[in-house]
């Protein structure tokens, strides 16, 4: 089992910056991938990025150049400094875990960005 406790959510305006953690626990192996995901109201959950326990890194088209996604593996925490907010990237996020076969989910944080 794998816990996932994400934090670092909440109100900032259009423009404005905002660093989301994941705390991993439990029972964390290498060769796992990590990513947050996000969900907009009556929208479906959209990959945001991802990182594989050995650095590399995907994005999603909306939030490139805007976003960074980041691990510390020896903390077991993954990041997402997310800079250049837009009032489309409220929503939800989520952070994920995946060691196959098993995925794990975090119970999510909020990111509102007034415009």
């Known amino acids: 089992q794998v816990q996932l406790v994400e934090s670092g959510g909440g109100l900032v305006q259009a423009g404005g910056s905002l660093r989301l953690s994941c705390a991993a626990s439990?029972?964390?192996?290498?060769?796992?991938?990590m990513g947050w995901y996000r969900q907009a109201p009556g929208r479906q959950r959209e990959l945001v990025a991802t990182i594989v326990s050995g650095g590399s890194t995907t994005y999603a088209d909306s939030v490139k150049g805007r976003f960074t996604i980041s691990r510390d593996n020896a903390k077991n925490t993954m990041y997402l400094q997310m800079n250049s907010l837009k009032p489309e990237d409220t929503g939800v996020y989520f952070c994920n875990y995946k060691i196959i076969p098993f995925v794990y989910w975090g119970q999510g944080t909020q990111v509102t960005v007034s415009s």
């Open positions: 439990g029972s964390i192996f290498s060769g796992n991938v």
